[in-house]
């Protein structure tokens, strides 16, 4: 059967069954428009033609459905809307299998763990701050007692490093390592991750005893300094400026062979928890670890790397060209170490480091070794064009991330609609009729047009809900049970932006704050609440009177 026949035959169905559920006054005009099909021309065009029919003929459906008590026109002719009436049934029967349907949505694990995520939206309206996570607080407090009660120092670290509570991270994370001294890397981890607390400087030394040739534990040390000043208000102009305990931090960081942010061994941790306790949440699969590096490294490295270009430079003049030398090479290596961690002003730094090394050994009468470095500076040039294409490239594709988030996040919210309207419906129906027998409730056109709506948006709500997870479900499982991370980094930001309520963000070109959200939201919560108090007290204030009315009439 070809396309086309299979249009013709479609657009022929859907006008019969538009037909058959129709009021008697508008089965006349139905045939009429089944009749002209046969002379539309094109089968596409001719399936157009019976959506716009069968369209009209559902809505004045509808409106019989809604409506069977006027002298409407649409039904004035028809028995077909009394009780138990052909409509009727048709919608009641549409409206359970809809319901049925969403509820077999959660035999499926993928889905209930859809629901889920679908909920952490609701979590900053609870729990306002700028710290907050979308976390299952519940699991990690189970967990954590059973690692206290095992002595299980790696799950207390996988706690430490997923808690949203920056006194109770730091807490686990010094029972994990003082359980398992093997853990100190994870003080690498929760102190980037939080940046500032009172342990961080032991930390650091730590961390130095524990990885001496890795530049991270310099970095930390360099951050807390800067938030120190910002603290005290007491910020250098410049990196010249800066404290010797600074300068010495970056100077250490800057000798280090390596930078190792410890994102493997995290990895390992959370496989490792993941299936030693049977861990399937989402929010625990990927990682909180928003930062690879503290989050003042781009910035200290840059200014520190163009410090050393100066004083090379000074030397350079002075005729001290080992000692330049040794200044710009500092400045190759640590920006080679650093790798996109550095961002664009560490490329720059690193482009004019090269440029002084040719310029230096074209001085020193070295041409070939000139001509590298200068291609070097060039190749340090469309490494950054090159960065800049990869930055847009992540961006396009968190694009898609993001949409499919804002389809998890709106179907979450119409499912939670739906349910309330159907419960709402139910509550309604059994409170008129007074019983709980099937046969006794006989819903009101309008309560069965409010079901047979609620039923229908939690259906396709369920379908969307299903399918924007699916993918992000399918990146989970095979990192639990293969290790393999693709995708990894998807996941973790389609979590984040399931964690920002609907309505908050960047909203048509205008940014609106989580915090100022939830201000708007409980405000239209309050004064929702305040309409409803008066409307309740304005009807008990009424009825009184009429009643009074009445009596004085009769």
Same mark, same amino acid.
């Given at each position: 059967?070809?396309a086309g026949s299979f249009a013709r035959r479609l657009a022929t169905f859907l006008l019969e069954w538009a037909i058959s559920l129709a009021p008697t006054d508008t089965i006349e005009w139905g045939n009429a428009v089944l009749g002209e099909l046969h002379q539309v021309e ?44 052909t409509v009727r049934k048709t919608v009641t029967y549409a409206t359970t299998a809809c319901i049925v349907a969403s509820l077999l949505f959660l035999l499926a694990p993928v889905f209930r763990m859809a629901v889920h995520v679908s909920l952490a939206q609701w979590s900053p ?7 907050? +996570? ?67 400087? !032991? ?12 530049? *991270? ?38 000798? $280090? ?13 959370? +496989?490792?928890? *993941? ?34 270009l100066e004083d090379g430079k000074s030397r350079e003049d002075q005729g001290d060209r080992k000692s330049a030398f040794e200044h710009y090479s500092a400045v190759v290596r640590f920006a080679q170490t650093l790798g996109e961690n550095g961002g664009f002003p560490m490329a ?39 960065? %800049? ?16 988030? *804002? ?24 409170? !008129? +009729? ?17 079901? &047979?709506?609620?039923?229908? %948006?939690?259906?396709?709500? $369920? ?22 991370? %693709? ?6 930001? &389609? ?12 909203? $048509? ?6 915090? !100022? ?21 304005? !009807? ?15």
């Amino acid at each position: 059967m070809t396309a086309g026949s299979f249009a013709r035959r479609l657009a022929t169905f859907l006008l019969e069954w538009a037909i058959s559920l129709a009021p008697t006054d508008t089965i006349e005009w139905g045939n009429a428009v089944l009749g002209e099909l046969h002379q539309v021309e094109g089968d596409w065009s001719a399936l157009l033609w019976a959506i716009g029919g069968a369209g009209m003929l559902l809505k004045h459906t509808l409106v019989a459905v809604i409506f069977p008590g006027r002298n409407h026109p649409l039904s004035s002719s028809s028995n077909l809307f009394r009780k138990g009436g052909t409509v009727r049934k048709t919608v009641t029967y549409a409206t359970t299998a809809c319901i049925v349907a969403s509820l077999l949505f959660l035999l499926a694990p993928v889905f209930r763990m859809a629901v889920h995520v679908s909920l952490a939206q609701w979590s900053p309206l609870l729990h306002v701050s700028p710290f907050d +996570r979308p976390e299952p607080a519940s699991r990690l407090e189970v967990l954590k007692r059973k690692a206290i009660q095992k002595h299980d120092g790696e799950a207390l670290a996988f706690v430490a490093v997923h808690s949203g509570d920056q006194s109770e991270s730091v807490r686990l994370a010094e029972e994990a390592v003082r359980l398992n001294p093997g853990l100190t890397w994870v003080y690498g981890v929760v102190a980037v991750d939080w940046s500032f607390f009172p342990q961080i400087e !032991r930390w650091t030394s730590a961390l130095q005893t524990f990885d001496p040739e890795n530049a *991270l534990s310099h970095l930390i040390a360099a951050e807390r300094i800067d938030i120190e000043q910002i603290e005290n208000r007491k910020i250098p102009r410049n990196a010249r400026e800066e404290s010797a305990e600074w300068k010495n931090a970056m100077a250490a960081a800057f000798q $280090s062979p390596k930078l190792n942010t410890y994102s493997k061994q995290l990895e390992d941790l959370n +496989r490792t928890i *993941l299936l030693r306790y049977q861990i399937n949440d989402p929010f625990l699969i990927s990682t909180n670890h928003f930062y690879r590096v503290p989050s003042y490294t781009a910035t200290d490295s840059s200014r520190y790397a163009e410090l050393l270009l100066e004083d090379g430079k000074s030397r350079e003049d002075q005729g001290d060209r080992k000692s330049a030398f040794e200044h710009y090479s500092a400045v190759v290596r640590f920006a080679q170490t650093l790798g996109e961690n550095g961002g664009f002003p560490m490329a720059k730094c690193l482009r004019d480091a090269f440029q002084r090394l040719g310029s230096l050994s074209e001085k020193e009468g070295n041409s070939q070794q000139a001509e590298l470095y200068s291609f070097l500076a060039k190749t340090a040039d469309s490494a950054g064009m090159e960065e %800049t294409f990869t930055v847009r490239s992540q961006l396009d594709s968190e694009e898609v991330t993001r949409w499919n988030a *804002l389809l998890a996040r709106a179907s979450g919210v119409a499912l939670l609609l739906s349910g309330t309207v159907l419960l709402i419906c139910v509550a309604s129906l059994v409170v !008129r +009729r007074r019983s709980l027998q099937l046969a006794a409730l006989q819903p009101s056109g309008m309560t069965l047009a409010f079901s &047979f709506a609620g039923a229908v %948006t939690a259906l396709f709500s $369920s379908i969307l809900l299903y399918i924007s997870y699916r993918p992000y479900a399918e990146i989970a499982q095979r990192f639990i049970h293969t290790g393999d991370n %693709t995708g990894l980094a998807d996941l973790s930001k &389609f979590l984040g932006y399931t964690g920002i309520p609907l309505g908050a963000g960047w909203v $048509s070109g205008k940014y609106l704050s989580v915090e !100022r959200f939830a201000f708007y939201f409980w405000s239209a919560v309050a004064g929702l609440c305040v309409l409803v108090l008066m409307f309740s007290i304005l !009807r008990f204030l009424i009825r009184p009177n009429a009643r009074a009315a009445n009596r004085l009439d009769g």
